[in-house]
């Protein structure tokens, strides 16, 4: 049996599965599927303590969000999914480094619902992409901070039509205090560590 140290040696240096051969992914999901054998906490939607604050992406098999990196001339940074359980309120970031003074942002706001022990409803509502230096951005709680105080942006900032239904479903299958792991609608999984 896996444990989490033996997962987080084996995405050490993946590139949040950039860098991941077809090899690596397969060892990769067999060693996730073993930690949520053992989830520590079996109804995730209700240990907000837990599911609180501000997550670091370490590992996806999203080639929509890895996708990012194939943009010319950019890089993919960092990836924050930062959860505000009170406001039931998810925001998704990805920060991207270009060349001088062009670094990047990508951001998602979403409200969830809980629909069972350890699903999620998705409701996507707002989408933000600009430069960091127009966004005056610094962290991520920093944004946040300012997103949910009304500020629009100096960047393509839109709010997502309801009408248009950009809807999804994230399950958590393994949470503990420092790491939780998802699948996604689509079939993605995620591995995320407290920051």
Partial sequence: MLGKTALLEMLAGKNRGLLASE??????????????????????????????????????????????????????????????????QIFNIAEVKGPPLLDGLVSVQATFTPVSERRVNVRFERFIVGLQRLINYQSPAEFINQIQAGKRFAAIDFLIDPKKEQRGWLEITYLDEDMRIGRGNEGNVFVLTKV
Avoid: F, H, M
């Fill in 23 to 88: 090899l690596d992914k397969q060892a990769i999901l067999a060693a996730i599927a073993q930690l949520e054998d053992r989830n520590p906490t079996p109804r995730p939607t209700a240990a907000a303590d837990l599911l609180a604050g501000d997550w670091r992406l370490l590992y996806t098999t999203s080639q929509e969000l890895l996708g990012i990196d194939r943009v010319p001339l950019a890089q993919l940074g960092q990836i924050y999914q930062c959860i505000r359980v009170q406001e039931a």
